[in-house]
Nanobody, 122 residues
């Protein structure tokens, strides 16, 4: 029903920027919230940001607030995560996901991409 594909990860030095992209294959986006999650080795998957497909509602976690910005371009069926001033603690696999609720819990998102690795060196 919904397919998502992430891209844009890589190996970068601390202080630089990356932009992740999530292409969402679905007929309409009005029923879905899109979230960016990340999971570091040995840690729980956590929400970094989410956005309502229609409207302007966004959320950013305390750990990324002021550095990361989620946005969307429905004409391209794409959600972005602009990551500025990257820190080593941002190293993780980043996933985009689609759900029906404005939630911070991974269990509330039914559709997931395959993930893209972001590695930040000191």
């Amino acid at each position: 029903q919904v397919q998502l594909g992430e891209s844009g990860g890589g190996l970068v030095q601390a202080g630089v920027s990356l932009r992740l992209s999530c292409v969402v294959s679905v007929r309409t986006f009005s029923n879905y919230v899109i979230g960016w999650f990340r999971q570091a080795p040995g840690k729980e998957r956590e929400l970094s940001a989410r956005i309502s497909w229609t409207g302007t509602r966004t959320y950013h976690s305390d750990s990324v607030k002021g550095r990361f910005t989620i946005s969307r371009d429905n004409g391209k069926n794409t959600v972005y995560l602009q990551m500025n001033n990257l820190k080593p603690e941002d190293t993780a696999v980043y996933y985009c996901a689609a759900g029906l609720w404005h939630s911070s819990s991974a269990s509330d998102y039914a559709y997931w991409g395959q993930g893209t690795q972001v590695t930040v060196s000191p």
